[in-house]
């Protein structure tokens, strides 16, 4: 699957792109990560790509031409998806990335500033929310979206790590969208008892007896029990 970012910081995201999981699928060309700088269309020698609001107020507003010009320059395949992201837009949640993960290609505006030229919702899709806050540009929602919708591609994730995922990403349980489905048994590891020091006090956590025990059963029982 093919991501295409629109950003005027192109280089924003490389270190959290090029580790882990995320490293390997591009490595094994599962996913690809293009980046594209509507400076690249900017007229003057300052490559300015924003401007002053009409009807006057605070900020500056990212031009339309620039964004339009990068836009036309991307090759789109016949499964695109065009989104912008917007504080105010669609909540990006599971349901809407095991639709992502349908594409072939998903192409995102990052808009910087007060916001982007609004005529540019001609050209686009959706708007898209990672959340209910405000960030000062779309390159976190990006890697957010890239890592979630990347993780639901087949041979992204290890066996093991699929498994656990499919535990919840099934798609009427999604359709959900009840928080339920992202409850998760608690997980231990050695060691098996786990010695502190707090305000002078010697102190100990262990972990829970049955899953020591080796009876796959109960378990098996405890865990649907806790899970949280
Ligand atoms: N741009 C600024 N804040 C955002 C958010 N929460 N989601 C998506 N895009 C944004």
């Given at each position: 699957m093919k991501f295409d970012l629109i950003t005027?910081?192109?280089?924003?995201l490389d270190s959290y792109l090029n580790e882990s999981i995320l490293k390997r699928a591009q490595k094994k060309k599962l996913i690809k990560i293009n980046f594209h700088d509507p400076r690249q269309f900017a007229k003057d020698r300052h490559k300015t790509v924003d401007d002053r609001p009409f009807g006057g107020g605070p900020g500056m507003i990212m031009k339309l031409e620039p964004l339009y010009k990068t836009l036309k320059k991307i090759k789109y395949t016949k499964k695109s998806l065009v989104i912008l992201f917007d504080p105010a837009g669609k909540k990006f949640d599971q349901a809407m990335a095991k639709k992502f993960s349908e594409l072939d290609q998903l192409i995102m505006i990052s808009g910087r500033y007060e916001?982007?030229?609004?005529?540019i919702e001609k050209f686009i899709d959706e708007k898209v929310s990672i959340g209910p806050y405000v960030l000062s540009g779309g390159e976190l929602p990006a890697g957010v979206i890239i890592e979630a919708v990347s993780r639901?591609?087949?041979?992204?994730?290890g066996n093991q790590e699929s498994l656990r995922e499919e535990t919840f990403t099934s798609n009427s349980e999604i359709r959900n969208q009840?928080?339920?489905?992202?409850k998760e048994y608690p997980h231990y590891t050695r060691p098996e008892v786990f010695k502190y020091t707090e305000k002078g006090q010697k102190k100990k956590l262990a972990v829970p007896k049955v899953l020591l025990s080796g009876n796959h059963k109960e378990i098996r029982e405890w865990r649907a029990r806790n899970k949280k």
């Open positions: 005027i910081f192109p280089h924003i916001g982007v030229d609004a005529r639901l591609l087949p041979g992204v994730l009840k928080s339920e489905i992202y």
